[in-house]
Nanobody
């Protein structure tokens, strides 16, 4: 599985971006996908992901109400819609995937495949 993230850029606070993550493979619909980010000097942190059964979505507290995850299985792509951007959202954003069962969608250790990351920079 190969993941290609895109859509990052430099935006002003309050702006929006839509990040995309295109995945290879014929069984994309079975991939469990999530988004993480890493700010300068900080560890990678969870952003958003659905539960393995898709019944609910987990959000980091800092992004609730502003970030949305969605996917288009026909396009082998998962999206991260980011609204009301804040300077503290500045980070490299990574999409992640796994093809197995995920007991905890918020843990990076449960993902086998990672994209290269896309930089989001928010100016104040």
């Amino acid at each position: 599985v190969q993941l290609q993230a895109s859509g990052g850029g430099l935006v002003q606070a309050g702006g929006s971006l839509r990040l995309s993550c295109a995945a290879s493979g014929r069984t994309f619909s079975s991939y469990h996908m999530g988004w993480f980010r890493q700010a300068p000097g900080k560890e990678r942190e969870f952003v958003v992901a659905p539960t393995w059964n898709g019944m609910r979505t987990y959000f980091a507290d800092s992004v609730k109400g502003r970030f949305t995850i969605s996917r288009d299985n026909a396009k082998n792509t998962v999206y991260l819609q980011i609204n009301s951007l804040k300077p503290e959202d500045t980070a490299v954003y990574y999409c992640a995937a796994t093809t197995g069962y995920v007991s905890d969608s918020k843990s990076s250790f449960n993902y086998n495949y990672w994209g290269q990351g896309t930089q989001v920079t928010v100016s104040s």
